[in-house]
């Protein structure tokens, strides 16, 4: 058996043991979903969701920023909060429409998808290590013969997963844009078809970095603020890898929350989290959320760059996928 940590909620903690294997996700997802059913009927619970492939690692970093939102929410009858993990997008917009999930924060291609899908309003963002914005850099060996995304053609890429923003739909964007085909990869080891980019999906920054620096695959696409983070991509690799381009700046990533969440409800959780940054309990709980610094209200500069993303979004999932 494999522990999943502990899952804590208004005062109590409730152990869950999950199933080895493939069951692991299946098992987890139902006991969150069973839970949280009240929701459409009562909103003594707040259920939060967030895509991943790592249910029980991901619970640990949303629980503390939960708990610590619904803290503030005493008047309106909120009495616990839920966390709820989702395999896809799909998935996540079905339960927003649902109302079996009322917020949810994840990178900008998953929110423009929530917004498109389900009606989710973006009502904060991110700010990371100063900054609400980030790029995707695209990198090779130092010793490689790729200058341009051009050169691309024929060899291979590795991507993070297929709903990364920086590292799955921005470079891929990326390769339409400059004329080639994206193809997935049966595995990282097999060669692309003349002319062809073929892409593999590593699931970690420093996977990707690894299989560069090993020649396993010729390229890499992570986010700038990564490639910047050592825990990330490692000093011992990136000594040997360079970036060749670059795609235009994004949001860093954006708090929804669903349609039809009553006002006074939205409003306090938008002050909560602007307010979370100005004392010592919410900062551990901005540090454990993906070690966020603090949130901000989106301006329109904001908005017009998450929606900038949507023709890309379109033509990654009409040409790639």
Same mark, same amino acid.
């Given at each position: 058996?494999?522990?999943?940590?502990?899952?804590?909620? $208004?005062?109590?903690? &409730? !152990?869950? /043991?999950? %199933?080895?294997?493939?069951?692991?996700?299946?098992? =987890?997802?139902?006991? @969150?979903?069973?839970?949280?059913?009240?929701?459409?009927?009562?909103?003594?619970?707040?259920?939060?969701?967030?895509?991943?492939?790592?249910?029980?690692?991901?619970?640990?970093?949303?629980?503390?920023?939960?708990?610590?939102?619904?803290?503030?929410?005493?008047?309106?009858?909120?009495?616990?909060?839920?966390?709820?993990?989702?395999?896809?997008?799909?998935?996540?917009?079905?339960?927003?429409?649902?109302?079996?999930?009322?917020?949810?924060?994840?990178?900008?291609?998953?929110?423009?998808?929530?917004?498109?899908?389900?009606?989710?309003?973006?009502?904060?963002?991110?700010?990371?290590?100063?900054?609400?914005?980030?790029?995707?850099?695209?990198?090779?060996?130092?010793?490689?013969?790729?200058?341009?995304?051009?050169?691309?053609?024929?060899?291979?890429? $590795?991507?993070?997963? &297929? !709903?990364? /923003?920086? %590292?799955?739909?921005?470079?891929?964007?990326?390769? =339409?844009?400059?004329? @080639?085909?994206?193809?997935?990869?049966?595995?990282?080891?097999?060669?692309?078809?003349?002319?062809?980019?073929?892409?593999?999906?590593?699931?970690?920054?420093?996977?990707?970095?690894?299989?560069?620096?090993?020649?396993?695959?010729?390229?890499?696409?992570?986010?700038?603020?990564?490639?910047?983070?050592?825990?990330?991509?490692?000093?011992?690799?990136?000594?040997?890898?360079?970036?060749?381009?670059?795609?235009?700046?994004?949001?860093?990533?954006?708090?929804?929350?669903?349609?039809?969440?009553?006002?006074?409800?939205?409003?306090?959780?938008?002050?909560?989290?602007?307010?979370?940054?100005?004392?010592?309990?919410?900062?551990?709980?901005?540090?454990?959320?993906?070690?966020?610094?603090?949130?901000?209200?989106?301006?329109?500069?904001?908005?017009?760059?998450?929606?900038?993303?949507?023709?890309?979004?379109?033509?990654?999932?009409?040409?790639?996928?």
């Amino acid at each position: 058996m494999l522990k999943s940590g502990s899952q804590q909620s $208004a005062g109590r903690t &409730t !152990s869950l /043991t999950l %199933a080895a294997g493939p069951l692991r996700y299946l098992t =987890l997802l139902l006991m @969150l979903l069973g839970s949280a059913l009240v929701l459409a009927a009562d909103q003594r619970v707040l259920v939060m969701g967030r895509l991943s492939d790592d249910p029980g690692g991901t619970i640990g970093r949303l629980q503390p920023l939960l708990d610590y939102v619904v803290a503030d929410l005493a008047e309106f009858g909120v009495e616990r909060g839920q966390v709820i993990m989702a395999r896809d997008a799909n998935q996540l917009a079905s339960y927003l429409r649902q109302e079996k999930v009322d917020w949810v924060g994840d990178t900008a291609a998953v929110a423009l998808q929530l917004i498109d899908r389900a009606g989710a309003e973006p009502i904060a963002m991110v700010n990371k290590r100063g900054s609400k914005r980030y790029r995707t850099v695209l990198f090779a060996r130092t010793d490689s013969d790729i200058d341009t995304i051009a050169d691309l053609a024929g060899k291979t890429i $590795a991507f993070q997963n &297929t !709903s990364s /923003t920086s %590292a799955y739909y921005l470079p891929a964007g990326m390769l =339409l844009e400059a004329g @080639l085909r994206p193809a997935i990869l049966v595995s990282p080891l097999e060669k692309p078809a003349p002319g062809v980019v073929g892409y593999a999906f590593s699931r970690l920054e420093a996977n990707s970095a690894a299989w560069v620096h090993k020649r396993v695959v010729d390229a890499a696409a992570v986010s700038d603020q990564d490639w910047n983070d050592a825990e990330r991509i490692p000093t011992s690799f990136r000594d040997d890898l360079r970036v060749f381009a670059e795609s235009p700046e994004v949001p860093r990533g954006i708090e929804l929350i669903r349609s039809g969440l009553p006002a006074e409800l939205r409003e306090q959780i938008l002050e909560t989290l602007l307010n979370a940054h100005q004392d010592d309990e919410g900062r551990r709980a901005l540090a454990a959320y993906f070690r966020t610094d603090q949130f901000t209200e989106p301006t329109s500069d904001d908005l017009e760059a998450l929606y900038a993303l949507r023709p890309w979004l379109r033509r990654v999932r009409e040409e790639v996928e």
